[in-house]
């Protein structure tokens, strides 16, 4: 069984920075496209950006030039690093591992924008 578990949200204030961690157990992540959605109250979840297995990394535009994924095979984790972070950033952020044959979802990590 694939387990997903995000780490490093909490409190910020406006202009600061965060990574995220997403630890997968249960298989290797060297195959999968990872991802990092996120979810504010009261809208739809949203793809933030996703790494394929090549490396290759594709934003929302709301974000790019601020986060960067990243994914360290060898560790089975995936990472959001998120600077000048805003309060329209506010949100849960979930991590996602996925292939032709399957989708796997963590339980999310909540950050919080704000001064």
């Known amino acids: 069984q694939v387990q997903l578990v995000e780490s490093g949200g909490g409190l910020v204030q406006p202009g600061g920075s965060l990574r995220l961690s997403c630890a997968v157990s249960?298989?290797?992540?060297?195959?999968?496209?990872l991802d990092w959605y996120r979810q504010a109250p009261g809208k739809q979840r949203e793809l933030v950006a996703s790494?394929?297995?090549?490396?290759?990394?594709n934003y929302v535009d709301s974000v790019k030039g601020r986060f960067t994924i990243s994914r360290d095979n060898a560790k089975n984790t995936v990472y959001l690093q998120m600077n000048s972070l805003k309060p329209e950033d506010t949100a849960v952020y979930y991590c996602?591992?996925?292939?032709?044959?399957?989708?796997?979802w963590g339980q999310g990590t909540k950050v919080t924008v704000s001064s």
């Open positions: 790494i394929t297995s090549g490396g290759t990394t």
């Open positions: 249960g298989s290797s992540i060297s195959s999968y496209v």
């Open positions: 996602n591992a996925h292939s032709r044959y399957e989708t796997n």
